[in-house]
C-alpha cells in the first residue's frame, strides 16, 4: 500500500518524508488556499516545491470544468514536473480529459469520486487513479469503505490498471480498513500515518526495558 499525505503545508510533507514511509502528495484547491498559495505563479512554483521534498506522485489539481481549458491546464501542470500527476474532478469534460491525458501518456487522478459507476468510468477512461473520498461519505451516514470494497471487485473483475486512492481519510482506522480491502493507495492527514505508530503497550514495555537496563548499568 502506498501512503500519500494530502496537503500543501510544505513542513508536514517533509516530517513525512523524514519519516522514510511517504510515497507521494495529494493536493487540492482548498489546501492550497489554506496553506496561503493563491496566484497561477504561486501556485505553480509550490507544486516544484512539493516535488523537490518528496519522492514520488503529487497530485495537482486543474480548476477548469470545461474539456479545452482542462488540458491547457493539464498539459501546463505535467511539463512542470515529472512526479506531477493531473487531478482531474469527475464530470463529463473531465472524463473526456482524463481520456485524452491518458492517450498523451500524462499521469491521472481522478477526483470527488463518490460511486462506484464514478470509478468505472474512470478506469475505463485510462485514470492512473482514482480517489474515491471516504471520509466525505462517512460524514453524511454513508458507508465509504463500503465504496472501497466495489471498486476493487469492480476493477479486479476487469483487471483494470487504475489504481485505487483512497482519499479523504480522516484517522488510522481507515487506513487498515482500507488496507484490509486492498486500496492501492492511501492519502491523509500526516495525523493518520503517524498514529499507526502509537500503542500503550509499546510506551509502557519501553519504559519498564530501559528502566531494567537502567538498574543495571547506572
Ligand atoms: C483527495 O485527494 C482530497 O484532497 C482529499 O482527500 C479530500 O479530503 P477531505 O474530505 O478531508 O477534504
Do not use: W
Not at 72 to 87: D, P, R
Not at 106 to 135: D, E, H, M, W
Amino acid at each position: 500500500m502506498k501512503f500519500f499525505i494530502d496537503t500543501a503545508n510544505l513542513d508536514q510533507i517533509s516530517e513525512a518524508q523524514q519519516l522514510g514511509v511517504l510515497d507521494g502528495v495529494t493536493t487540492n484547491p482548498s489546501l492550497m488556499a489554506k496553506e496561503g498559495i493563491t496566484g497561477r505563479e504561486n501556485i505553480l512554483k509550490h507544486y516544484v516545491d512539493i516535488c523537490k521534498i518528496v519522492d514520488g506522485d503529487v497530485s495537482a489539481e486543474v480548476v477548469s470544468t470545461d474539456f479545452d481549458g482542462m488540458v491547457k491546464e493539464g498539459e501546463e501542470l505535467a511539463k512542470l514536473h515529472e512526479q506531477i500527476v493531473v487531478k482531474v474532478p469527475m464530470i463529463k469534460d473531465g472524463v473526456k480529459a482524463l481520456k485524452y491525458f491518458s492517450d498523451k501518456g500524462i499521469r491521472t487522478n481522478c477526483t470527488l469520486v463518490f460511486s462506484a459507476g464514478q470509478a468505472l468510468l474512470a478506469a475505463k477512461a485510462g485514470a492512473t487513479y482514482v480517489s474515491p473520498f471516504l471520509g466525505r461519505l462517512d460524514d453524511i451516514s454513508t458507508d465509504g469503505l463500503n465504496l472501497i470494497s466495489e471498486i476493487r471487485l469492480i476493477y479486479d473483475n476487469y483487471g483494470f490498471d487504475t489504481q485505487i486512492l483512497a482519499a479523504s481519510i480522516r484517522h488510522t482506522m481507515h487506513v487498515i480498513d482500507c488496507a484490509k480491502i486492498g486500496a492501492d493507495v492511501m492519502t491523509g492527514p500526516l495525523s493518520s500515518i503517524e498514529g499507526l505508530l502509537k500503542h500503550p503497550l509499546t510506551d509502557i514495555g519501553l519504559e519498564k526495558f530501559l528502566a531494567d537496563y537502567r538498574k543495571g548499568n547506572g
